[in-house]
């Protein structure tokens, strides 16, 4: 067999392999007759090996190598006097063998999977506390569930059109909905992370990513209960209208990426807009407050994803049949009616229209504004019905702002 560099590389990876993952289960292997069975030197052994069977012998020796560590790690494992030895360590060394023959083929890959491993074993104490004593039974079941929906179901769906008019991907509307949960996890996170001093505006803008016009209803019920935290209710609330004009865009490059360039200007225009006045009372609400308790609840409502997804799909349908019996009129008419309800699944229909080849991209925009508008009523109505007037004024200028600096710039584009 020819040496090359490469050998040479490979064994070198697979050597730092080994004493990455060795130096960290050296720490932990403690003195005297209970120490842990593997420590530095084992594990750089046993990367090499896994390397120099690859090489040597190829996939078969790299199994037989594979297997006897496997046997002498259960050998270890079951001559350990202590009560509760664990599997840690040998469950490391088998991966650690693996690893090394995986440098010979993909040494980068390898290298990073090695540095991940050794993360996870360092990171032990923080891992269980956070396990154990911060997360709650409720987001453990919605991780499960958002692992699941991408990982086992998401590469199962058909991506193709499917239905009535042909109108529905069902692989587009699975990936909505778990863009709608992740966006809602990822608030619930931060919420959980910075306490509820901040939690107030915060949550109010990632709840904006499920619902802004639910979020400004549910801030106003706060502000007309709790009339000392009306600043960073309507922080929350203006916030959440910077969330509507970034899911926004993250629907439509989903759904559609052109129908994303023909709507940039007048995202970035209501963008800067919102941005502008929630900035203004996010500063008002940084005002010093009572702390209060912030139960953990649960990271996403999966109703929410799922009655977004039914809706989505739903107006998708009415949307292809309305341009099929009234033409252009009948996609705005379809758009307008849902934004009442949701601007994002308005905006990603049309958006999936234009992927099917059935709506020219330019074409989109009138549409997806008309259901800007729609939505920017609803929540004005929100905000009038839950936090009263005075909750209200200070909001409905900041809506009807954004909602003037979109068409503002659909109108610079036809420009």
Do not use: C
Not at 59 to 70: D, N, Q, R
């Amino acid at each position: 067999m020819e040496i090359t560099a490469s050998h040479y590389l490979s064994l070198a990876v697979a050597l730092g392999i080994g004493l990455l993952i060795g130096a960290e289960r050296e720490r932990r292997k403690g003195k005297g007759p209970s120490r842990g069975p593997a420590g530095i030197r084992t594990f750089a052994i046993t990367s090499l090996t896994g390397a120099l069977s690859l090489q040597l012998g190829g996939e078969i020796m790299l199994a037989v190598a594979t297997a006897g560590v496997m046997v002498l790690t259960a050998l270890a494992y079951f001559r350990s006097s202590a009560e509760d030895p664990g599997l840690t360590t040998e469950i490391a060394l088998v991966i650690t063998v693996l690893l090394g023959g995986w440098a010979v083929r993909e040494p980068v890959v390898a290298a990073g999977a090695g540095v991940v491993v050794a993360i996870l074993l360092s990171a032990r104490e923080e891992i269980h506390r956070f396990v154990r004593d911060v997360l709650t039974e409720g987001e453990l079941r919605d991780a499960l569930i958002l692992l699941a929906a991408t990982l086992v179901i998401l590469p199962l769906v058909p991506d193709r059109y499917l239905g009535p008019y042909a109108a529905l991907n069902p692989r587009t509307i699975w990936v909505i909905m778990i863009l709608i949960m992740t966006i809602g996890a990822a608030g619930h996170v931060a919420v959980r992370a910075f306490g509820p001093r901040y939690g107030l505006p915060m949550a109010g803008f990632f709840s904006g990513f499920v619902s802004s016009a639910a979020t400004i209803g549910a801030m106003g019920g706060r502000a007309s209960s709790q009339r000392e935290m009306m600043q960073p209710a309507v922080a929350g609330a203006v916030l959440s209208t910077v969330a509507t004009v970034l899911q926004m865009a993250a629907v439509l490059a989903a759904a559609n990426a052109p129908t994303l360039r023909v709507m940039t200007t007048a995202l970035v225009l209501a963008g800067i807009a919102a941005l502008g006045y929630g900035a203004l009372f996010t500063i008002r609400a940084m005002l010093p407050l009572t702390k209060k308790e912030v139960p953990p609840g649960r990271a996403f409502s999966l109703g929410t994803a799922a009655v977004f997804a039914l809706m989505f799909s739903v107006v998708l349908i009415a949307a292809a049949a309305l341009k099929e019996l009234m033409g252009q009129t009948g996609v705005v008419v379809a758009a307008a009616v849902a934004g009442f309800v949701d601007t994002h699944s308005a905006a990603a229909s049309i958006a999936s229209l234009v992927a099917a080849g059935k709506l020219a991209a330019t074409d989109a925009v009138l549409p997806i504004l008309a259901a800007f508008t729609t939505n920017t009523l609803t929540k004005i109505g929100f905000a009038l019905v839950s936090g009263g007037a005075r909750y209200a004024m200070q909001i409905i200028p900041g809506l009807v702002l954004v909602n003037a600096a979109a068409w503002l710039g659909s109108g610079l584009v036809e420009f």
